[in-house]
């Protein structure tokens, strides 16, 4: 069973960094990505970051973060993390992990996440 945990969230001033934690079990094969998204109140969730286990690079689906946030994981302890730098009161969110076999998904596709594994969620709240 594919199971991910996020922690790590918190209260930070504006100005501030965080880093969350999504760890990562049960996948029966090292082909598969992780995607970060965040949903603040009364607003739809946004896709933010992927990163895959097979392929280099990272897939940004938010110009918001570009710049302040970034994806890497670390393979020996299956965990996916999320560095949030310079954060801002609008970056006010849950930030949730979630992730399948297979590739990122590109950027411009209507793909139903909700097909996705998801975790609970972390919230991350930025003080102005």
């Known amino acids: 069973e594919v199971q991910l945990v996020e922690s790590g969230g918190g209260l930070v001033q504006a100005g501030g960094s965080l880093r969350l934690s999504c760890a990562v079990s049960?996948?029966?094969?090292?082909?598969?990505?992780i995607t970060w998204f965040r949903q603040a109140p009364g607003k739809e969730r946004e896709q933010i970051l992927c990163?895959?286990?097979?392929?280099?690079?990272?897939?940004y689906y938010t110009n918001s973060v570009k710049g302040r946030f970034t994806i890497s994981s670390d393979n020996a302890k299956n965990t996916v993390y999320l560095q949030m730098n310079s954060l801002k009161p609008e970056d006010t969110a849950v930030y949730y992990c979630?992730?399948?076999?297979?590739?990122?998904?590109?950027?411009?596709?209507?793909?139903?996440?909700?097909?996705?594994?998801w975790g609970q969620g972390t919230q991350v709240t930025v003080s102005s």
């Open positions: 979630a992730g399948d076999y297979g590739p990122c998904i590109d950027s411009d596709s209507d793909y139903d996440y909700d097909n996705y594994y």
């Open positions: 049960g996948f029966t094969f090292d082909d598969y990505a």
């Open positions: 990163i895959s286990s097979s392929y280099d690079g990272s897939t």
